[in-house]
Structures are given as structure tokens and as C-alpha cells.
């Protein structure tokens, strides 16, 4: 069974600076994606970036980008320049498409920006 | 526009009271799924459906019933035999795969907060 751990229970950061926040995961896979959502204080769950796993290329979104460590099973969030709107519950999640896509999410990492 | 529409954002609930959470989507996706969210924790997934008519358990199913009659709507019952409901509900759906190893994002709800009385 696929499973996905954030040991960051929570983090801080000062605005404009950067941050890194860990996951790592465990699946027998070879191909298949990674996710990370973002959940603001309005709870509603937005995507952030996603990252295949047959592409060498780390994904960016602007000031969002990864590090995925395909042999480590390893799939980091950096946040550059970090902004007050970027305080929320960070979600890196694993879709399993032998079962409808459905989400195995880590516990989340809980971000605070300080001005 | 097109999304995910949960109802009631909040939901009381006694004990030994049985009540259903709406979610309609309007995204013509065939996949839903119900989340559960406790306190600073991640989400569990309660019941998935791919298709109408036909639904899986996820990892949490006991005290919880689903129904998928129609492609829009997922509702979830959360039963009296649920211990301890008290949680954030989170709906979610994904469109078609187009292909074998093909996945989307999931799109979601805003969520139902509910609490027992």
C-alpha cells in the first residue's frame, strides 16, 4: 500500500524568504505522479504543483518548485520569496490510478509566513 | 462556472442521529470521493464511486453509507454508528482518464464542518 509522510509538522518563515517543506512516500510504482496542495485558512484545497515521475525535470510554478529524488522517494516543496498569502496547510499527496485516482495524502505541514 | 458545490457549510448533529452531506458537481467527472479531515491531520478517504451506480469503500468506510444515482451527486450518510463524527468533510471528483497510466488532479468542495451535540 502507497503511503506518504511529512515529519514537518509545522514551519515558519520569514516573508521574501524561502522554504522547504519534506515529504517522502513509499509505493511500488514505477510511474505515477506527486501532488502538493496548498489548504488555506478557507479550507478549500487547491493544487499546487504535480510532478511525474518518468520526467528527470523538477517542476516549477512560479515561486513553487520541487526537488523529487525519484531512488530516495523523496518529493520536497520549495517556496521562494515567500508571501503572506502563502501561510497554510501543505499537503504532498500520492494518486493511486489502480484506484480511480483516489488521494493518499501526507498529515500536512502547516506554514506560517511572518511579516 | 463550473465546480464542486458541498452543502450545509456547517451541520449539527445529536447523538444517534443519522444526516446526509450533499455534494453536486457540475464538472461531468465521472470519479467522486468523500475526505474526512480531523484536526491539523491529513485527509482519509471514505468512500470513492468511478462510475453511477457503483461505489468502493476507502480506508475509513465504517459508520458511512454512500449512494451514486446520478453522475452529479455523491451524498454521504454519516450513520449513528459512527462514533466520533465530528470532523471537516471534504467532496472531490476527477475527470476521465484518457489513457493507461493518465492522472488528473482532483478538484474539491469547499467542505462541510460537522459537529455532534
Known amino acids: 500500500a502507497q503511503t506518504v509522510t511529512q515529519s514537518q509538522p509545522e514551519m515558519s518563515v520569514q516573508e521574501a524568504e524561502t522554504v522547504t517543506l519534506s515529504c517522502t512516500y513509499d509505493?511500488?510504482?514505477?510511474?505515477?505522479?506527486l501532488f502538493w496542495y496548498k489548504q488555506p485558512p478557507s479550507r478549500q484545497m487547491i493544487l499546487v504543483i504535480r510532478?511525474?515521475?518518468?520526467?528527470?525535470q523538477n517542476a516549477t510554478e512560479n515561486r513553487f518548485s520541487v526537488n523529487f529524488q525519484k531512488a530516495a522517494k523523496s518529493f520536497s516543496l520549495k517556496i521562494s520569496d515567500s508571501q503572506l498569502g502563502d501561510t497554510a496547510m501543505y499537503f504532498c499527496?500520492?494518486?493511486?490510478?489502480?484506484?480511480?485516482?483516489?488521494?493518499?495524502f501526507g498529515g500536512g505541514t502547516r506554514l506560517m509566513v511572518k511579516p | 462556472d463550473g465546480g464542486i458545490t458541498q452543502s450545509p457549510k456547517y451541520l449539527f448533529r445529536k447523538e444517534g442521529q443519522n444526516v446526509t452531506l450533499s455534494c453536486e458537481q457540475n464538472?461531468?467527472?465521472?470519479?467522486m470521493y468523500w475526505y474526512r479531515q480531523d484536526p491539523g491531520q491529513g485527509l482519509r478517504l471514505i468512500y470513492y464511486?468511478?462510475?453511477?451506480?457503483?461505489?468502493q469503500k476507502g480506508d475509513i468506510a465504517e459508520g458511512y453509507s454512500v449512494s451514486r444515482e446520478k453522475k452529479e451527486s455523491f451524498p454521504l450518510t454519516v450513520t449513528s454508528a459512527q462514533k466520533n463524527p465530528t470532523a471537516f468533510y471534504l467532496c472531490?471528483?476527477?475527470?476521465?482518464?484518457?489513457?493507461?497510466?493518465?492522472?488528473?488532479?482532483?478538484?474539491f468542495g469547499q467542505g462541510t464542518r460537522l459537529t455532534v451535540v
Open positions: 510532478q511525474e515521475a518518468y520526467k528527470q
Open positions: 509505493t511500488s510504482e514505477s510511474n505515477y505522479y
Open positions: 464538472l461531468n467527472h465521472d470519479a
Open positions: 499527496a500520492y494518486p493511486n490510478n489502480n484506484a480511480g485516482n483516489m488521494l493518499t
Open positions: 472531490a471528483s476527477t475527470p476521465p482518464l484518457t489513457g493507461v497510466e493518465d492522472v488528473t488532479e482532483a478538484f
Open positions: 464511486s468511478q462510475i453511477v451506480n457503483d461505489f
